[in-house]
């Protein structure tokens, strides 16, 4: 039986004659690898291979940005924090125990386009209703939980600017900063055509990404789906 990879080569016939024409886009680096061994295998000749990216890799040469390691954007965040004004003030340790989780929210807010600035301010607006009492009194730590709340927005602002200065950025930042840049990037690089494999579950940014590369002459995305899923509306399985 032909392979999806196969199949996906087979329908595009100048892969090997014009192989700089192509941008190769796969969900991960593992399959980036697998598709450049089946055309080292399938080529009649020598060739220079097509740029073959991972969606990862592919977001941050859209944004320009590099991915910092978490240790490093561990620290950012927690610099970010101490310099607010209003937040309590604790040690790295002690900070290491939340801030992955706070780094994951802002991640997936990034990856996903959310309005942060309404997002923050719901947040904070639905912690001081959750902290409310009749008598309008509070204790130290429904004030600093209220603080916190607050204070999200400035603090999110601040891990991003310092993160920029550097270069760098967490993957949500470079897939929003990628959303942003896109049409610039395309049109900086003439007639590409760009081809997307593999693909399930995207998220807002990369729905985004890949729609609006789609629309260059020759893109196309290829999905490896058994039509038993894919044509059935009510399988759980074929929802993306």
Known sequence: MQSFLDSVLDDLPEWQSDPSSFVFVLPSKRAGFFLKNRMAQRATSTFLSPHIWSIEDFVAEISGLRYAGTLHLLFRLYEACLDQEGIQQESFADFTKWGPTLLQDFN????????????????????????????????????????FWKNLAPIYS???????????????MAYRAAASQLASYAAARGDVRYIFIGFNALNTAEDRIIQQLLEKPGSRIYWDADPHYIDNPVHDAGHF
């Open 108 to 147: 997936e807010a990034d990856r996903y386009l959310v309005d942060t600035d309404r997002l923050f301010e719901t947040l904070a607006a639905l912690n001081e209703i959750r902290n409310w009492t009749p008598d309008g009194s509070s204790t130290p730590m429904m004030d600093r939980q209220i603080a």
């Open 158 to 172: 601040r891990f991003r600017t310092n993160l920029a200065g550097e270069g760098l950025a967490y993957q949500g």
